[in-house]
């Protein structure tokens, strides 16, 4: 069975700083691995999407994630934040290579930007 | 392109009452999925969708049904209304399992 853990519920940093949401994931299997972010009273948009190739993914707003498979590990990360990434983040983890492609997401992880 | 559209946006049912939210994949999209998002919580996968017929469950009760037409669209189904099933209801579709666009859901308030 496929699980993801986010870790830390509530996230704070200032506009600016470095962001840092932390994801971990279990599967049996090799897992495809997804950011998506929601904004209050809206539907969920792909952020970046890890699939095979090259393990450090680049996505839209200035997100990268870095799938590391000794940890077990799809952090996201951007340099510098900004007020407008204050949202809900979702890591999630599928398997389409063994026709199960359901999504798996995490409990999220909620970004708050400080002045 | 509209992508991927939900109605209603909102609705309040009692407790006991049946419901029926809609979807309607993006354009060209043949497959489509139904998650519960409970108040604070990650979506949960409901059931998927694919020419025509129910392809993957998730743990959720009979109460919880579903349908696609043969354009694609989508219903999800849900009787007996529990108060537990106040939640965001999103749909998603794809034409491949690494690209899954989401609506902005249907708010389900149960009373």
């Known amino acids: 069975a496929q699980s993801v853990t986010q870790l830390g519920s509530h996230v704070s940093v200032s506009e600016g700083a470095l962001v840092l949401l932390r994801c971990n994931y279990s599967s049996s299997v090799p897992p495809y691995l997804f950011w998506y972010v929601q904004y209050p009273n809206q539907g969920l948009q792909l952020l970046l999407k890890?699939?095979?190739?090259?393990?450090l993914v680049k996505g839209i707003n200035g997100f990268e994630a870095e799938f590391k498979k000794s940890e077990t590990s799809f952090h996201l990360t951007k340099p510098s934040a900004h007020m407008s990434d204050a949202a809900e983040y979702f890591c999630a983890v599928s398997s389409p290579g063994n026709r199960d492609d359901k999504i798996i997401f995490g409990k999220g992880t909620r970004l708050h930007i400080l002045p | 392109d509209a992508g991927v559209t939900q109605s209603p946006t909102h609705l309040i049912k009692t407790r006991g009452q049946q419901v029926t939210l809609r979807c309607s994949p993006k354009?060209?999209?043949?497959?489509v999925s139904w998650y519960q998002q409970a108040l604070g919580q990650g979506p949960q996968f409901i059931f998927q969708y694919y020419e025509e017929e129910e392809r993957q469950r998730g743990n959720f009760p009979d109460r919880f049904s579903g349908h696609q037409f043969p354009n694609y669209s989508s219903e999800l189904n849900v009787n007996a209304l529990l108060l537990g099933d106040s939640a965001l209801y999103l749909c998603?579709?794809?034409?491949?399992?690494?690209?899954?666009?989401f609506g902005q859901g249907t708010r389900l308030t149960v009373v």
């Open positions: 998603a579709s794809s034409l491949v399992p690494t690209e899954a666009f």
């Open positions: 354009s060209g999209h043949d497959t």
């Open positions: 890890y699939t095979t190739g090259a393990t």
